[in-house]
């Protein structure tokens, strides 16, 4: 009791917290001030040594003297002065050694479901910052809750290697990608609520098991696939036949590997210190919060999904079946030339569902941008005689995309120097960002952040395998390859702060940004242009996917290195399904003309360009560019200066990219942008609840479908 005593001390001016948390006034501070992590003095003053009588004194209730006894002198007034600070002290400060009992233990801290999202963020020196997260928003989440389970991130990688095909279907029809994580979700808490209610499982997923299944996926289903519709279906457009198939899978395994692991610094000091909004992943965060506090609206946005899929891939069959060929038909005797043009209809519900989500401004450029390309452009290249009359897409569109890819790829790069503060702060913060690491004690933060080392063992392995399988396959040198990888990292710095900042992931940018320094690197070397072009847009794409999943893990309180777990396991399964898709999808390049393919002609026709030089270029292809370049340029500037003026002129990106797909295309992403505009204006409410997921089930539904029938029209083709 003495050593009880001394510890407690006489404490009089020293702060404590009480049993309920708050602070017991005093003029000093200790250490804590959370209810879980208590406060320790920073110096205990010499307490008197208290018998075991005096210390239980309070708690024994006072007999009556004996008759006939003489009363002693009674307790001094100083041992009662003391004895009374003892016990003030002892119900003020609970040592944090010291197991508490029942009856002293705090309120457990409250999880993510019952406590609003901390968008507001904290303040403080950056280890207030984070201690201050892991006080009010870690705890009673990430330390409680199931997270990183085996169902977790089965379901995660199996749903996003089922998306993946909807996106690299969408990409080469559209040259358009999407998220696919938010899809997964709703799909994921649907499905085991029934696995639920079915006795299959014993408990439904929690919601930072959805964020795991979520990273899974995302990583399984967008990280790995951008990469194929682009660079990969570029150089096969050049060269004619494809990579060696072991080549692929480790040049895009390796490729998400990289941007993975890139993200583990920048998610400490963007997320954690800056604490960056990243507008998608606070979405995302209000949605899972919905999902699982109002169970019924899950189950409606979880069945407009499906019937949607359903309904687009009845379409889809439908118009497979006859339904195209029919209308086809019936077109061609109207519209004669106009229809080799892509002037007709065609009910491709994936294009509507795509331009429900894109919105009007986006859609309405692409409609008008098909309508001066196709209505206006190719007829006047059929009056020059450049091309015959009724010449049909593929052969028009190597003359029209030019201009397209010229009006996007400078609208990207000024759009992306305007970010010139963004970007500044991406270079400022660069030594926070490893300095993070020069501690030699952890803080509760760092025992659950992803290591340091796992960054350095991400580059370097990743460093190794590009560098050779650039130098043996591509005949790249290993100097290059070094070169696109530290670009990478830096570009990769800049293409997360602005995608946190502006919601926007300007990767293409960045791929053209590398092109451009190639180009004047190694002029006339095509190949390396475009593949060193694809490690910094791959690895760029991979980073700020992750640092989006990871917000949504911040605000909800969960475990960081258990996140990048989960999506660095979806890399396995999403490399080995995509790749394999996309060979059975596009086995030769006549497979690949197919489509529409934009993606890929816009990275070959820049590597052409910036690899061979313009003086190959017809004419009037380079005069297309020097227009093109100049329209994007007017298309950035006048909305940033004249914004009066620029609410009326078309965004450059869908004004471009209408070039290099079919007039019918754009038409039917305009018509999506209408319905869905109809539903905003006159059923708001269920507009804003069920808008998304129906739109999402029709671009899966659609894509799956099709991408269903292609292999099935390829096989019987093999027989």
């Given at each position: ?40 003095p920073v110096f205990l003053m010499r307490a008197a040594s208290l018998s075991v009588k005096d210390w239980l004194m309070p708690f024994i209730k006072p007999r009556a ?243 949607s899929a359903l309904f687009a891939s009845a379409n889809a069959i439908a118009m497979a079946a006859g339904g195209e060929q029919w209308l086809g038909a019936a077109q ?388």
């Open positions: 009791f003495g050593l009880n005593a001394a510890a407690y001390g006489a404490v009089s001016s020293t702060t404590f917290l009480n049993r309920e948390g708050t602070d017991c006034k005093s003029s000093m501070t200790g250490r804590g001030s959370s209810p879980t992590h208590r406060a320790e003297p004996r008759a006939g006894k003489p009363q002693a002198g009674g307790v001094p007034e100083e041992r009662k002065r003391q004895i009374r600070l003892f016990h003030r002290a002892r119900t003020c400060y609970v040592p944090a050694r010291m197991a508490p009992t029942e009856s002293q233990s705090s309120p457990a801290p409250l999880s993510c479901l019952e406590k609003p999202l901390p968008l507001d963020g904290f303040r403080g020196t950056p280890d207030e910052i984070e201690q201050q997260w892991y006080d009010r928003v870690y705890l009673g989440s990430g330390d409680r809750m199931k997270q990183l389970t085996w169902r977790a991130v089965i379901v995660g990688m199996l749903l996003g290697s089922i998306l993946s095909l909807t996106n690299l279907y969408a990409n080469l029809k559209m040259g358009w990608s999407f998220g696919v994580a938010l899809t997964a979700g709703i799909i994921s808490f649907a499905l085991w609520n029934a696995f639920v209610r079915l006795g299959i499982s014993k408990s439904p997923m929690t919601i930072l098991e959805n964020t795991c299944m979520q990273s899974a996926a995302s990583s399984a289903g967008y990280s790995t696939g951008g990469t194929l519709t682009s660079a990969v279906a570029a150089l096969l457009l050049l060269t004619g036949q494809h990579m060696p198939l072991g080549v692929t899978f480790a040049w895009i395994f390796f490729i998400a590997v990289l941007g993975v692991t890139m993200a583990i610094p920048m998610k400490r000091q963007m997320i954690n210190i800056e604490q960056i909004r990243f507008p998608d992943s606070i979405a995302t965060a209000e949605t899972l919060k919905v999902l699982y506090s109002e169970g019924k609206k899950a189950a409606g946005q979880a069945k407009a999904l499906l019937y061609q005797q109207i519209l004669g030339n106009w229809y080799q043009r892509t002037i007709f209809f065609k009910w491709d519900l994936m294009f509507v569902g795509a331009g429900a989500l894109v919105g009007m401004k986006t859609s309405l450029s692409l409609f008008i941008g098909g309508t001066v390309c196709w209505a206006l452009y190719v007829p006047w290249l059929e009056s020059q005689g450049l091309l015959p009359a009724g010449a049909g897409y593929r052969d028009s569109v190597g003359w029209t995309l030019w201009g397209g890819t010229a009006c996007m790829v400078v609208a990207s790069i000024v759009a992306f120097l305007f970010q010139w503060k963004s970007i500044a702060r991406s270079f400022s913060s660069l030594g926070a960002m490893f300095s993070l690491t020069k501690r030699r004690e952890l803080t509760d933060v760092e025992k659950i952040e992803t290591p340091m080392s796992w960054f350095l063992a991400g580059q370097l392995v990743s460093l190794a395998a590009l560098g050779y399988l650039a130098h043996v396959t591509f005949d790249v040198p290993y100097w290059m390859s070094c070169i696109a990888v530290v670009i990478s990292f830096f570009l990769a710095l800049v293409v997360c702060r602005i995608t946190g900042e502006a919601n926007i992931t300007p990767t293409g940018a960045m791929g053209k940004v590398t092109q451009l320094i190639f180009g004047g690197i190694a002029p006339g070397h095509v190949t390396a242009n475009l593949m060193a072009a694809n490690i910094t847009s791959g690895a760029s794409s991979s980073s700020a996917d992750l640092l989006v999943d990871l917000k949504v893990g911040y605000l909800l309180g969960a475990n960081p290195r258990k996140q990048f777990i989960a999506q660095f396991s979806g890399i396995f399964l999403g490399t080995l399904v995509s790749v394999l898709a996309f060979r059975s999808m596009v086995p030769d390049v006549d497979a690949l003309q197919a489509f529409n393919a934009p993606g890929a002609r816009t990275w070959a026709a820049t590597a052409e360009a910036l690899g061979m030089g313009f003086s190959h270029l017809h004419s009037i292809k380079v005069l297309s560019i020097i227009a093109g370049g100049i329209l994007g340029l007017i298309l950035v500037l006048v909305p940033r200066y004249l914004p009066a003026a620029g609410k009326w002129l078309p965004t450059p990106i869908g004004f471009g990219l209408a070039w290099a797909i079919q007039w019918n295309d754009s038409f039917l992403f305009f018509a999506g942008a209408v319905l869905g505009w109809a539903a905003d204006r006159f059923f708001k409410a269920k507009s804003k609840e069920y808008k998304i997921p129906t739109a999402s089930g029709i671009i899966a539904g659609a894509a799956l479908t099709g991408m269903a029938i292609l292999m099935f029209s390829i096989y019987q083709a093999a027989r």
